[in-house]
Each structure stands twice: as C-alpha cells, then as structure tokens.
C-alpha cells in the first residue's frame, strides 16, 4: 500500500493549488480518503474528506467554500484544490485511507506528505 502525494508549492495568498494523491497496490476505490495537514508546531488537523463513492465529501470548518475534495477511482488518485489560500493554510499535507472520519484514527494509511506555503 503506498500514497504519493505532490502538487505542494509556494503560492501567495489569495491564490490556488491543486494537490494530488496517487494510490497503488490496493483496491483504492474501496477504501475512504482523507487529507489533513501539520503546521510547525501544531498537531495534525483534519482538512477533509471523501467516501469510497466520491459522492460525499465533508470538510473542516476552516477550509469549507474553499476547498474542494474529489477522487477518480480509474486512476487511482485524490484530488485536493485548494483555492483562496490563506497564510494561515501553510502546512504540510498528507492524504490518508482507511474507514474515514474527521480524526486520524480513522485512517490507516498515509502518504509522506507535501508541503504548502501561503505568502503574506
């Protein structure tokens, strides 16, 4: 079971990325995807999202209207976009599968991450 995550970058605020989450060696459509994220200095944090179907996404408050969870099963990849970054967004990321939730225990796989900074 890997994650490859990537897509980070430095971006000034009010700008976009798009991350990207590359799944292989299981059955990735069966299994929930989650994104979360580790600023210095803090705990990891819920981002959002998404069940096995894509049909559902479900976000943290901080992130909600402008980020956008999806997944395309067919090519084994979750998407992030992320669009009127904030400062306050800088973080690493890491994409997540397991059963979901809003809590990393439910998540039992994880990708290494990949780092996003906001610019002032």
């Known amino acids: 079971v890997q994650l490859q995550a990537s897509g980070g970058g430095l971006v000034q605020a009010g700008g976009s990325l798009r991350l990207s989450c590359a799944a292989s060696g299981w059955t990735f459509s069966s299994y929930a995807m989650g994104w979360f994220r580790q600023a210095p200095g803090k705990e990891r944090e819920f981002v959002g999202g998404?069940?096995?179907?894509?049909?559902?996404?479900y976000y943290a408050d901080s992130v909600k209207g402008r980020f956008t969870i999806s997944r395309d099963n067919a090519k084994n990849t979750v998407y992030l976009q992320m669009n009127s970054l904030k400062p306050e967004d800088t973080a690493v990321y890491y994409c997540?599968?397991?059963?979901?939730?809003?809590?990393?225990?439910?998540?039992?796989?994880w990708g290494q991450g990949t780092q996003v900074t906001v610019s002032s």
């Open positions: 997540a599968a397991g059963r979901g939730g809003r809590t990393s225990a439910g998540y039992d796989y």
């Open positions: 998404i069940i096995w179907s894509g049909a559902i996404p």
